[in-house]
C-alpha cells in the first residue's frame, strides 16, 4: 500500500493546515523532513516514455525530432545572407566581408546551439521536460520563489519531485536565502520569466509569415515579372491552410514531415559542397576568427548593426530545450551533432563561395545559388521544411501557454490533446486562432522580409538572453555548481548575445517593435492573471472558516442533512474556504457526505496516477467530511472520462480504513483531530481491498444523475436519454467487503459513504467576483477591476476548464474584495 502522512501545522483559527507557503505562513522544501512527511511502502518510480532503454529508440526519437524540432533552425539559410547585407551594410559588399559573415555565421552555431544548448543547457531537464518555464519549475522547487502560496509538504513526497545533488554548498544556501528573502527579487524573477514567456509566443506570431514568405519568395527568382503581391497572396494561403490544419496535432504532421527536413538538409549540403568546389574551395579558410576580425576592422557600426542578420542563422536554437519532452536530450544532440550542424556549416560556406563571385546576388542568395537543373525540386522542398518550421514553433506556444496556465498565470482555454500517446502534443483553438490573425497581420502588413526578420530575430535573441540567465541560478540553486562557474557561463554568453541583441534593439523602428508590442501585451495579461489569482488566494487564505464555528454547528452543521455527496470546490489546499460560511447561510440543506476538492498543479511535468490524491479529514467522525487535494503536474493530461467520482469514493474507503489501522490517526478525542492526510495510490483499491467494485455499461445519463431520488434530476435525464440515446456509460456499484473484525464505525461510515453515492453527486462551486477595495490605489482598481475582471468573464469558466457536468452544478454567487 502506497500511502504517506502528513503532519500539519495550526493555522490562526485553530484548523489543521499542512504548511501552506505564503508570505506569513512558508515552510521549506526539505524532501521528507522529520516532522512533515513520511513514507511507507514503496514507492514506484513514476514512468517515463521519455527514458532510453537501447541505442535503436534513441534514433528512432532522433529521427522524429527532424520533423518538429529542426524545421525552423534548417530553413535559416534562406534569408540570412540578405538579412545581413541589407541596409548599411550594403556599400560593404565585397569578397572579405562575405568571408567575415560567413566566419561570424559558423562561430555563432558553434557557440550557441552546439556549446551552449547541446553541451550545457540540455543537462538542465525538469525531469525529462525543456523550456525557460521547466527552468523556473526547478527553481520554485528548490526554493521559495513562487509567489502563489499553495506549496505543502506533501508535495516534496512526489516521486518526480526530487531533483539534483543531496548536499548544498554554503555558497548557494546564502545565494537561495538572499533571493528568498525579498519579494521584489522573486517579483522580478517572475517577470523575467513572464517576458521570456511572451517572447516565444511573439515567435509563435513572426515565425510562420518569416518562413513561409522566405520560401515562396523564390518564385520572384523563377519568374522575374511576378509582382510582389502574388507572393503575399499565396503566402496567406498556404498560412491559412498551416493553421486550419493544427487540430491535427504536430506528432502526425511532425512524423510524416521528417523525411521532407531530412531530404532538405541533405540537398542543402550538396547544393553548399557543390558551391563550395565549384565557385571558391578558399571560403573554407573563413573558419578562422580571423576573418571576423578582419569583418569588423573595415565595416565598424555597420558590422555590428548586421549582427542583428547573423543572429537569424540560430532562430530554431530555443526549440531544441523547449521541445525537449517530446524527445530525449540524446536524441536531440545525435540529431544536430550528426546531421543539422555540418549540413548547415556547409550550406553557408557554400553560399559565400558562390557570393564571393556574384555580388549582385545577394537579395536572392539561396535560390540564385542552386543550379538552374535542380531549382523546382529544392522550391518545393523549402516550402515543405517552411512549413513544418512554423508547426514546430506553433506547437510551442500551446505548450508555453498551457504551462503558463499550470503555473497560475494565463486564464484558462480550451487544451485538446491530440495524442494518446504524447502529452505534450496539445492544440488550443483560441490560441490557435489569434495567432492566425496576427499573423496574417505581419505577413500583410510588412512589404518587407527584413523587416519581419527584424522582430524575429529580436524575440529569438531575447528569449535566449532569458535563458542563460535562468540556466545561471539553476546552476547554482538546483545543480549546486560553484558561484563562480555560474558567472562565468553567464558572463561568457551574455556578452556573446549583449551584442546580437543590441545589435537587433537598433532595428526596432525597422520592424522589431512588432515582438516587443506583442511580448508586453502577452506578458501583461499574464501579470494581470497571476496577480488576481494571488489576491483572490490570499483572500481565502486569510478568511477561512474557524474549526471552532464549524465544530460549534454541530454534526448537522445547523442545517438539514440530505442524502447524497456534495464536492465542494475550492483553491485552498487547506483549511476551509470562507465561501463554505456562505454556502451554509444561503443554502437551507446540505448534503450528508461533504468533500472538499481542490485542484492543484504542482511544479513538476507529471504526477504520477498513484500519487493522484491527497485523502484527509475536516473534523470528527460524525461530521462526513472530508478534503481531497488533487495534484496535477504542468503537463499532465486531466482527463474528462467520468471516473472521477468513482476514484475519489475509493479513495475515500482506502482513507477510513486505514485510519482505523494506522495508530498515528487514532485519536481517543475525536475533538483533538489533527487534520493528517494520507496518498492514497490508485494500485492498492485496483485490488478491491476496500470495496467491491462491480461495473456495467448503459446508454444514458451520467451515473449520479440516475441513481438520484431526486423526481427533478430523473426528468431530466429522461430528456437527457432522448436527446442522446447513443451516449455509453459505465455503471459502478460499491459493496463493502465481509471482512472479519471490520470496526462497527469504519462499516457505518463506509455505508454512509455507499449510500451518498447512490443518492447521487453535485459539484459545488463558487460563483466569485473579484472587486478592489475601495482604499486600494488607482493602479490596483485598473488592474483588478477591469483586466482581471475582463479576463475573467471572457476565459473559460472554472466548471469547464474542470470538465465538470453542469446538470450536477450548484453555483453560489459571491463576492471578492481584495
Known amino acids: ?139 520554485c522547487r528548490h526554493g521559495k520563489f513562487s509567489l502563489l502560496p499553495n506549496q505543502q509538504a506533501a508535495d516534496e513526497e512526489l516521486s518526480a519531485y526530487k531533483y539534483g545533488p543531496p548536499g548544498q554548498s554554503s555558497s548557494s544556501v546564502a545565494f537561495k536565502r538572499f533571493l528568498e528573502k525579498h519579494k521584489k527579487l522573486r517579483t522580478a524573477l517572475l517577470v523575467v520569466v513572464l517576458l521570456g514567456a511572451g517572447m516565444v509566443i511573439g515567435d509563435g506570431v513572426v515565425t510562420p509569415a518569416m518562413s513561409v514568405i522566405s520560401s515562396v519568395s523564390g518564385l520572384e527568382a523563377a519568374h522575374e515579372g511576378l509582382p510582389n503581391g502574388g507572393v503575399r497572396s499565396l503566402s496567406c494561403v498556404i498560412l491559412v491552410g498551416l493553421f486550419a490544419l493544427q487540430h491535427c496535432g504536430t506528432h502526425k504532421v511532425g512524423f510524416l514531415f521528417a523525411p521532407v527536413v531530412i531530404i532538405w538538409l541533405i540537398s542543402i549540403f550538396g547544393i553548399g559542397l557543390y558551391n563550395t568546389i565549384w565557385w571558391n574551395p578558399k571560403i573554407v579558410g573563413a573558419l578562422s576568427p580571423h576573418y571576423i576580425i578582419k569583418f569588423f576592422s573595415q565595416t565598424g557600426k555597420d558590422g555590428w548593426i548586421s549582427l542583428g542578420g547573423v543572429l537569424l542563422s540560430i532562430t530554431g536554437t ?121 499573423t496574417l497581420a505581419v505577413a500583410v502588413g510588412f512589404s518587407d522580409i527584413t523587416s519581419i526578420g527584424n522582430a524575429y530575430g529580436l524575440a529569438v535573441m531575447s528569449v535566449m538572453f532569458l535563458t542563460t540567465f535562468l540556466m545561471a541560478l539553476v546552476m547554482v540553486i538546483v545543480q549546486q555548481r560553484s558561484i563562480i562557474l555560474a558567472a562565468v ?63 460549534g454547528l454541530g454534526p448537522s452543521l445547523g442545517i438539514v442533512r440530505v442524502p447524497g455527496i456534495g464536492l465542494i470546490y475550492s483553491e485552498l489546499a487547506t483549511g476551509v474556504p470562507a465561501i463554505f460560511s456562505h454556502f451554509v447561510t444561503n443554502l437551507p440543506a446540505f448534503h450528508n457526505v461533504l468533500v472538499f476538492v481542490c485542484v492543484k498543479y504542482v511544479p513538476v511535468p507529471y504526477v504520477s496516477p498513484e500519487e493522484r490524491f491527497l485523502i484527509g479529514r475536516i473534523c470528527p467522525r460524525p461530521y462526513r467530511m472530508y478534503r481531497c487535494i488533487v495534484r496535477y503536474g504542468y503537463k499532465d493530461l486531466q482527463g474528462d472520462d467520468g471516473n472521477f467520482e468513482n476514484q475519489l469514493i475509493q479513495s475515500i474507503a482506502e482513507f477510513i480504513q486505514m485510519e482505523a489501522v494506522e ?5 481517543p478525542d475525536s475533538v483533538s483531530y489533527d487534520g493528517r492526510m494520507a496518498v492514497i495510490s490508485s494500485i492498492t483499491f485496483q485490488s478491491g481491498s476496500s470495496l467491491i467494485v462491480s461495473e456495467t455499461e448503459e446508454f444514458g445519463a451520467s451515473n449520479s444523475i440516475q441513481s438520484s431520488k431526486s423526481l427533478t434530476l430523473r426528468s431530466l435525464r429522461s430528456g437527457y436519454d432522448d436527446e442522446n440515446p447513443q451516449i455509453r456509460r459505465r455503471q459502478v456499484r460499491f459493496q463493502i467487503p465481509q471482512t472479519p473484525g471490520m470496526d462497527p464505525s469504519v462499516r457505518e461510515e463506509l455505508e454512509d459513504l455507499i449510500q451518498a453515492k447512490e443518492a447521487g453527486v453535485a459539484y459545488i462551486m463558487g460563483h466569485s467576483y473579484v472587486k478592489a477595495r475601495r482604499s486600494s490605489s488607482f493602479l490596483k482598481k485598473l488592474v483588478i477591476d477591469f483586466g482581471y475582471s475582463f479576463l475573467r468573464k471572457n476565459c473559460r469558466g472554472p466548471s469547464v476548464a474542470l470538465h465538470i457536468p453542469h446538470i450536477s452544478l450548484i453555483e453560489v454567487g459571491m463576492i471578492y474584495h481584495v
Not at 544548448?117 to 523556473?136: C, K, M, P, Q, R
Open 318 to 438: 530555443e526549440a531544441m530545450f523547449a521541445d525537449l519532452g517530446h524527445f530525449s536530450a540524446s536524441s536531440i544532440r545525435i540529431a544536430f551533432v550528426f546531421l543539422v550542424y555540418p549540413c548547415l556549416v556547409m550550406q553557408y560556406m557554400g553560399q559565400a563561395a558562390f557570393l564571393s563571385k556574384n555580388i549582385p546576388s545577394i537579395p536572392n542568395s539561396f535560390y540564385d545559388s542552386i543550379p538552374g537543373n535542380v531549382f523546382w525540386p529544392v522550391f518545393v522542398i523549402a516550402t515543405l521544411a517552411a512549413i513544418v518550421a512554423s508547426q514546430a514553433i506553433i506547437s510551442a506556444t500551446f505548450s508555453i501557454i498551457k504551462q503558463c496556465h499550470a503555473l497560475g498565470c494565463f486564464p484558462r482555454v480550451k487544451v485538446v490533446h491530440t495524442s494518446k500517446q504524447i502529452y505534450g502534443q496539445i492544440y488550443i483553438p483560441e490560441i490557435n486562432w489569434i495567432l492566425m490573425i496576427l
Open 663 to 667: 495508530p498515528q490517526f487514532s485519536s
Open 489 to 551: 557561463f553567464l558572463l561568457l554568453f551574455w556578452f556573446i548575445e549583449a551584442s546580437y541583441l543590441s545589435a537587433a534593439c537598433i532595428k526596432v523602428p525597422q520592424g522589431g517593435w512588432v515582438s516587443l508590442v506583442l511580448a508586453f501585451i502577452f506578458m501583461f495579461i499574464m501579470f494581470v492573471w497571476h496577480y488576481g489569482t494571488c489576491r483572490k488566494y490570499n483572500f481565502d487564505l486569510h478568511n477561512k472558516v474557524a474549526l471552532k464555528w464549524i465544530l
Open 1 to 139: 500500500m502506497n500511502q504517506m502522512e502528513v503532519h500539519p501545522e495550526e493555522d490562526g483559527n485553530g484548523f489543521p493546515t499542512s504548511s501552506a507557503v505564503g508570505e506569513d505562513q512558508e515552510s521549506t522544501p526539505t524532501s521528507g523532513q522529520d516532522g512533515h512527511a513520511r513514507i511507507a511502502g514503496n514507492k514506484r518510480k513514476l514512468p517515463s516514455k521519455f527514458l532510453l532503454d537501447n541505442f535503436p529508440t534513441t534514433l528512432i526519437l532522433a529521427y522524429q525530432s527532424f520533423g518538429v524540432v529542426y524545421g525552423d533552425l534548417s530553413t535559416s539559410p534562406l534569408y540570412v545572407y540578405k538579412s545581413i547585407f541589407d541596409g548599411k551594410l550594403q556599400d560593404h559588399q565585397n569578397p572579405d566581408t562575405i568571408f567575415g559573415a560567413f566566419s561570424l555565421i559558423f562561430w555563432t552555431l558553434t557557440l550557441m546551439p552546439l556549446l551552449k544548448y547541446v553541451i550545457i543547457v540540455l543537462s538542465a531537464d525538469d525531469n525529462g521536460e525543456g523550456g525557460t518555464l521547466a527552468l523556473y519549475s526547478l527553481l
